[in-house]
């Protein structure tokens, strides 16, 4: 017999089956049984086979991927086999990008022609304009976000054939170079401020920042800090494995929609509350706490099931999340220019009372990404409703990464879940005037 395999015996027929076990890089993290192995479990040729039932994917890998690993017990997050720390501190969100892409970090060369690619990228169509101004002045700017990345779509219709590797690219820089466009332009539109076009000059994120804050100046120079925390945070949110939104970029463009469609959709998981939408939702707990004498009664509404600890808690991490403790350190840094925000202390005191109350230390619940970084993007003068958009800009980079895997991989086909049928199971139509309220 096999060793790396595994035997089951179906107790309603008597019959054994030997399943094989498979593995990734790891032999103690990713052993796994094929779910299509399952459905020769049978109790008669008519039977479909068995399935497993597991709603909310909490222990089904959906896909073989080499491009993020995540050991949540241990609290480690690498890149293409980097730590996340050695990242943060050395790298920048360009050459992460390309790493997340391409598998390897670029030579010079490599990187100088990437940076070009997406920077030459990053004008929008002037029709986009009109597509803002659909929109009301106090407008959440995810929705716009999202809105428009859908928009873009219709900009491009050739992007919808995905299989050209040569289209791909172009859809990857254009995606790149537009999303901090649209995203400074829904800033800009909630402020009504004229929007500002990029400057090929500045750096990535020097140019986000010149197109989020660029008034009459004619030429915009970012705070060198400010710009450094703010690459730093773009690292920090690059990609994280199969989570809620890359899944949903998977699974929409898993049917060859173009990844403009399949982007919006994603940006729209990560708009959730549970998601990358907690970044907003942790100031407004803060704001609604309001003091240091507040914290321990949140703390026991929290327990008592009355309220969450947003920014607190996740899927994969039952440890502190390594990006959290990243964003610790860096908003000291921004503080020294900004000035500190107030909130912090607030949320260190929540940290602090959380980490050693036994309801969150039994369930494993530490901080998480979403915890500190609103506090730093509060800081630089980001108002709550445009923070889930700051995380998208950066996810930007892993969706794609994520997508072109997918597209590369010939076990995927298109996403399609069973399901349990658990509806009545037959019955017959009854017209109108014949049916009573049930
Ligand atoms: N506050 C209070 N209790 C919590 C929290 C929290 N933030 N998170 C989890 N719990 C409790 C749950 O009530 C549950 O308790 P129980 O077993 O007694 O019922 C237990 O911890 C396990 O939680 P689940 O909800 O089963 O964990 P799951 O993996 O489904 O959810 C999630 C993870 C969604 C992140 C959750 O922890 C949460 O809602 N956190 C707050 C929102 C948040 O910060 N989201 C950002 C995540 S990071 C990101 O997406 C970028």
């Known amino acids: 017999m096999a060793s790396d395999s595994l035997t089951i ?10 399943l094989p076990i498979h593995y990734g890089t790891f032999p103690l993290y990713g052993a796994s049984i094929r779910g299509a192995d399952l459905k020769k479990i049978k109790i008669s040729d008519d039977d479909f086979g068995l399935m497993s039932y597991d709603p909310a994917f909490l222990n089904s ?18 890149y293409r086999g980097y730590p996340i720390e050695q990242l943060a501190e050395q790298s920048n969100y360009m050459e992460v990008a390309y790493l997340l892409m391409n598998g390897e970090l670029p030579t010079k060369t490599q990187y100088d022609d990437w940076v070009h690619g997406i920077t030459h990228h990053s004008i929008v169509h002037e029709n986009m304009k009109e597509v803002f101004h659909g929109f009301h002045y106090d407008a959440h700017p995810m929705p716009m976000l999202i809105s428009t990345l859908a928009a873009l779509s219709a900009f491009y219709p050739a992007s919808r054939n995905v299989m050209d590797p ?16 649209l995203a400074a332009m829904a800033y800009r539109h909630t402020k009504g401020l004229p929007y500002v076009m990029p400057d090929n000059d500045l750096s990535y994120v020097g140019n986000f920042m010149n197109m989020l804050w ?13 710009e450094k925390a703010l690459d730093v945070l773009f690292i920090l949110h690059a990609d994280h494995e199969q989570n809620c939104s890359t899944n949903t970029m998977r699974i929409v463009a898993s049917a060859e929609s173009d990844p403009y469609c399949a982007a919006a959709a994603a940006a729209a998981a990560l708009y959730g509350p549970l998601h990358g939408g907690a970044n907003e939702a942790v100031l407004k707990m803060l704001r609604q706490i309001g ?5 321990p009664q949140f703390i026991k509404d929290v327990k008592d099931r009355k309220a969450m600890l947003m920014g607190f808690g996740h899927r994969v991490y039952k440890n502190y999340d390594p990006r959290a403790k ?13 000035g500190k925000n107030p909130l912090i202390e607030l949320a260190v005191e929540l940290e602090r009372i959380a980490l050693q109350d036994d309801y969150f230390v039994s369930r494993k619940l530490f901080p998480n990404v979403d915890f500190y970084s609103g506090i730093i993007y509060e800081a630089m003068g980001m108002p709550s409703e445009y923070f889930t958009v700051v995380f998208a800009v950066p996810r930007m980079c892993g969706w794609l990464a994520q997508w072109q895997e997918m597209i590369l991989d010939a076990e995927q086909k298109i996403a399609r879940p069973r399901q349990v049928y658990t509806g009545v199971a037959i019955r017959d139509y009854e017209p109108i005037e014949k049916r009573r309220a049930r």
């Open 166 to 181: 040569d289209v791909r690219k172009l859809q990857i820089y254009r995606l790149l170079g537009k999303v901090t466009t």
């Open 291 to 295: 003091s240091m004498d507040k914290v």
């Open 61 to 78: 890998a959906s896909c073989q991927s080499g491009i993020t690993f995540i050991d949540g017990e241990r609290g480690i997050l690498r």
């Open 326 to 338: 990243v964003i610790k350190r860096l908003a000291e840094e921004v503080f020294e220019v900004t």
């Open 9 to 18: 015996v179906d107790n309603r027929t008597g019959k054994q089956y030997e």
């Open 214 to 226: 660029r008034m009459a100046e004619c030429r915009y120079t970012p705070n060198p800090t400010l």
